[in-house]
């Protein structure tokens, strides 16, 4: 009998609750994509599944708490980690009063701006993928597709995935939510750094304004 509980099915992994020598653990399972070659496939779920545990310790080096990897299978392309107690932001944020809110969306900028100080981009900014435990302590969560980059381009994208997904999911309180990020990033990033993301993520912002009007049919 398979006592795995699937937890969360993503386009590039699934995340399994298992027991791992008696204790509750989360497998990251990357299966086989059958549009790709066998040995192409096996290649790259190998190597992403070693990049992954890479930059969750190097996250943990710059003070952002993360999961701890308990074991790496490149061949199974399966990562064992530490099943974080508590609730996703994405659950939680909204019931919260205004004050909790920026107090915990301030918190989360401090933990973007460490991350983006160290050279570390997430990748996959959302309050899904970011754990409030009971002590109040967030911690952040799949580095699938983080990488390594100090490029403001980088640090841009990054943000402005978090302010999308804010307004995609907690449309109410997602410019109240973006501002406490930011005030938290500016804190540990400086102002001048800041600045220079803010105006990176206007420009995304105006080269997807434009994309979309381009793509509006022509009234001629």
Same mark, same amino acid.
Request: charged share 30%; hydrophobic share 35%; proline share 4%.
């Given at each position: 009998?398979?006592?795995r509980?699937l937890?969360k099915?993503?386009?590039?992994?699934?995340?399994y609750?298992?027991?791992?020598?008696g204790?509750?653990?989360?497998?990251k399972?990357?299966?086989? @994509?059958?549009?790709?070659?066998?040995?192409?496939?096996?290649?790259i779920? &190998?190597?992403?599944?070693?990049?992954?545990p890479?930059?969750?310790?190097?996250?943990?080096?710059?003070?952002?708490?993360?999961?701890?990897? %308990?074991?790496? /299978?490149?061949? *199974?392309?399966?990562?064992i980690?530490?099943?974080?107690?508590? =609730?996703?932001? @994405?659950?939680?944020? /909204? &019931?919260?009063? =205004?004050?909790?809110?920026?107090?915990?969306?301030?918190?989360?900028?401090?933990?973007?701006?460490?991350?983006?100080?160290?050279?570390?981009?997430?990748?996959?900014?959302?309050?899904?993928?970011?754990?409030?435990?009971?002590?109040?302590?967030?911690?952040l969560?799949? %580095?699938?597709?983080?990488?390594? !980059?100090?490029?403001?381009?980088?640090?841009?994208? /990054?943000?402005?995935?978090? @302010?999308?997904?804010?307004? !995609?999911?907690h449309?109410?309180?997602?410019?109240?939510? %973006?501002?406490?990020i930011?005030?938290?990033?500016? =804190?540990?990033?400086?102002?001048?750094?800041? /600045?220079?993301?803010?105006?990176?993520?206007?420009e995304? *912002?105006?080269? &997807?304004?434009?994309v979309?009007?381009?793509?509006?049919?022509? =009234?001629?």
């Open positions: 009998m398979d006592d509980l937890i099915k993503g386009a590039e992994a699934s995340l609750l298992e027991e791992w020598h204790r509750r653990v989360v497998a399972r990357r299966l086989p @994509k059958p549009y790709r070659l066998p040995q192409l496939d096996r290649a779920r &190998g190597q992403r599944t070693k990049h992954e890479l930059i969750i310790h190097r996250a943990k080096e710059v003070g952002v708490p993360t999961p701890i990897v %308990f074991m790496v /299978d490149p061949s *199974e392309a399966t990562i980690m530490e099943f974080v107690e508590g =609730k996703t932001v @994405k659950q939680v944020l /909204d &019931g919260l009063s =205004k004050e909790e809110r920026a107090h915990l969306c301030v918190q989360i900028g401090e933990l973007i701006g460490r991350l983006h100080k160290g050279g570390i981009i997430h990748g996959d900014l959302t309050t899904s993928n970011m754990i409030l435990t009971p002590s109040g302590k967030v911690v969560v799949d %580095f699938g597709l983080s990488e390594q !980059s100090e490029e403001v381009e980088s640090r841009g994208v /990054d943000l402005h995935l978090m @302010k999308r997904a804010l307004l !995609s999911t449309y109410k309180y997602a410019e109240e939510c %973006f501002e406490a930011i005030r938290g990033y500016r =804190k540990v990033m400086g102002t001048e750094a800041t /600045d220079e993301v803010l105006k990176k993520i206007r995304i *912002e105006m080269r &997807g304004r434009y979309s009007e381009r793509r509006l049919p022509s =009234k001629t």
